[in-house]
Structure formats: C-alpha cells, structure tokens
C-alpha cells in the first residue's frame, strides 16, 4: 500500500492545481487519474473563458481569486497559456434581460468585481458588426478574459510535477474501505492507497466516487457541444454572452481566440442529460441562427471542427464543496457545472488552505454557500 498525506481523486481543473497548492504547503500528496494523462475528462471540452462575472457570491469571490492567479501565471510562474484579458459582454435587447443584468450590478460591485452597464455605443465598438436594431446596451466586466484549456492544464500539471506530486495515470479507484468513520484504504485497478485526506474531484464521475463513500451527491452530467471556425483577422476581444432563452436554448456564448477562430458554445433546452460525448447534428443548426442574429457578419466564416463534453450539474447550477459529514478527512469539490476551468485556479487555493486548517475568516461564506449539504433550492442567473 503507497500512503500519502492527501490524496486526490481526478486530475482535472480543480484537483490538478489543489495538489500543487498542498504540496506547497508541505503535504505528500498523489493524484489518482483514470485517463491517461491530466485535463482529458472534461477540462479538455472546455472552451477557454474565465470570468468571475457570476450571479452567485461565492462563485464572485472565487472567480476574483482565479483571475488574480492567471494574471501572475506567465510574469510569476512563466507558463504562457495564451491568456487574453478581453472581458465579458451581455449584451440585452430586452427590458427585462436589461433588468436583470442592471439588477445584479450592485451584488457584484460590492464583492468588487469590476463591472458596469455600458451603452450601445459602447457595445458596439467593442463588437464591431453586432446587431444595432434594439440594442438597450449590455454589462461588461473587462478584467474577465479566455485563455488555451489545453496549456493551462499542461501548466498546471508541470508545477504539480515540480513541487513533488505523484500522478498516477490510468488509474480508476474501484472502493474505499473505512473504520471508524475513516478511510482506511483506496482501491484501484492498480495500487491501493493510504491517506488522511481524500478529495473528490472526479468531475463527470464524481457522484460514483460519492457513493462508494456512503454519500449521494446530486451531480449529474449533461452534455453541451461547441465549435470552432477558420481563422480571420481579429476584429473583437470580449467573451460575448446571450441570456436571453428560446423555446430550445438557454444561452450561448462566443469569442474570438489569439489566432483568429472563433470558438462558440450553446447551452440546449431542455438538457442533455447523461456521460456522452458524441457529437449530434442538432447543435449547429441551433447555434447558428443565433449567432448569426446576434453578429451577422459572422455568416461568412466555414466551422472547422465541433465537438461535445459533458457538465457535471448540480440541482442549483453551483459547486458543491465542503467536508463529508460521516468520514473525517473526505473532501467533495465537484460539480463545478461546465465552470472547473474558470473556478479550478481560484478554489485550489481555498480548498488547500480549507484542508490545513489555514481558511481565512473571510472566505469562510464561500463553503456555507457551498456545502454539500445545502437546500439546492436556488439558481443562478449568469450560469
């Protein structure tokens, strides 16, 4: 049996920067992984925004923390992951999406994130082309950005690697044996494990993990699907966000990335529940008519590649984070909601501090708003 101080289930957005973070702080910590290298479950469907423009507190102020990360990652870390601060845009065409977007201003302006309601003028020139014909104007927060999925996890990875976590790969944990209210062993289709700490961060499989500790959590994953087109001349920087639904999308989401493509995501009605990655043939014709609505311009460009991945949902569309109630020493933080990408950097860190005991007073709302055992009663308008 290998034995560690913490060992964490899923090498992915969040559990790949928490082990580099507990190894920092003096922890031996491995990282179990049933794909064959990090950032392979979902990280890799990601498609690169990160933003701490939420409606919920507790996403603010980790997104906030996240942000401050990937500012210092090349200057501090020297890791380039095409990193690109060029904001988010929502914009509105209806009184009430004007309404609810200016409603939440004042939540978000007091857990200080930068953002305001800018008019059409405005819009418009931070998104040349976009539709003109009722435009009320829209948020943006400009210290948001998009960065490369693929490097960050591959960052992520090597610093893990270089503060001396152990990764092991193609590992897929089979049970858990416990004592006392403890787990005393991990079993894989490999080695066995012995830790004081295990950390759920299993993505798409985290609500399998649960169960094989005793405790149901509500992840379920569905599936969204995204695309890419060839690339042009940048005409546009923001992340550009529509929340207004149709009878069969919520809402979707476009960028234009450093090399030229534009990348794009929907997000369908009603979901797409369960663990399937293939691509369908209903995606792009519903996608397309709304950007196209939104930003005619766009009709000119040829898609070069779609794919799918999966959300792992919770029933109130926020994370569930926090200590279980029966095993000392488990911690669950899933269900990050097609969100880990942009969460991963910022929770890492309040989870780490969270397990040695060193979590500031004032990030203590942050696994209230969390727990696992919460209502799941309320739900998030910016998703």
């Not at 610093?159 to 416990?178: C, E, H, I, K, Q």
Request: aromatic share 10%; net charge negative; proline share 7%.
């Amino acid at each position: 049996m290998k034995t560690y101080d913490a060992v964490i289930i899923g090498a992915g957005s969040v559990g790949t920067i928490l082990s580099y973070w507990l190894a920092r702080k003096g922890l031996k910590v491995a990282v179990l992984e049933k794909n064959a290298s990090p950032g392979r479950g979902e990280h890799r469907a990601a498609i690169g925004g990160v933003r701490a423009t939420h409606s919920d507190p507790a996403k603010i102020k980790i997104g906030l923390r996240s942000l401050e990360f990937l500012r210092r990652l090349q200057p501090e870390f020297g890791y380039d992951v095409d990193y690109v601060e060029g904001g988010y845009l929502f914009p509105a065409y209806q009184e009430s999406i004007a309404a609810k977007l200016k409603g939440l201003l004042a939540i978000q302006k007091d857990l200080g994130l930068n953002i305001d309601w800018i008019g059409p003028e405005e819009v418009v020139e931070l998104v040349p082309g976009i539709r003109e014909d009722g435009l009320l104007g829209g948020t943006y927060s400009p210290e948001d950005g998009h960065l490369s999925p693929l490097k960050l996890a591959s960052a992520f990875y090597r610093m893990a690697l270089s503060a001396g976590v152990d990764f092991y790969f193609r590992t897929t944990v089979t049970g858990f044996v416990t004592a006392e209210g403890k787990v005393t062993e991990i079993k894989t289709d490999g080695h066995s494990f012995s830790s004081d700490i295990v950390v759920n961060a299993a993505g798409a499989s985290a609500r399998q993990i649960g169960l094989m500790l005793g405790t149901d959590l509500p992840v379920v994953p569905d599936a969204h699907e995204a695309g890419v087109t060839e690339p042009v001349e940048r005409f546009f920087y923001p992340m550009v966000v529509d929340i207004e639904p149709t009878a069969d999308s919520e809402n979707y989401y476009f960028y234009q990335d450093p090399e030229g493509s534009v990348i794009f995501c929907i997000t369908p009605r009603p979901k797409r529940l369960g663990a399937t990655k293939a691509s369908t043939s209903e995606f792009l014709p519903m996608v397309v008519p709304r950007l196209l609505r939104l930003c005619p311009r766009l009709r000119y460009l040829k898609v070069r590649r779609v794919w799918r991945g999966m959300y792992p949902g919770t029933p109130d569309d926020r994370p569930i984070v926090g200590f279980d109630a029966a095993l000392n020493g488990v911690f669950h933080t899933v269900g990050m909601c097609g969100q880990g990408l942009m969460l991963g950097p910022g929770l890492g860190q309040l989870v780490a501090d969270a397990l040695v005991g060193e979590l500031s007073p004032d990030d203590e709302d942050v696994f209230e708003l969390l727990s696992p055992y919460r209502e799941f009663t309320a739900q998030e308008l910016l998703r």
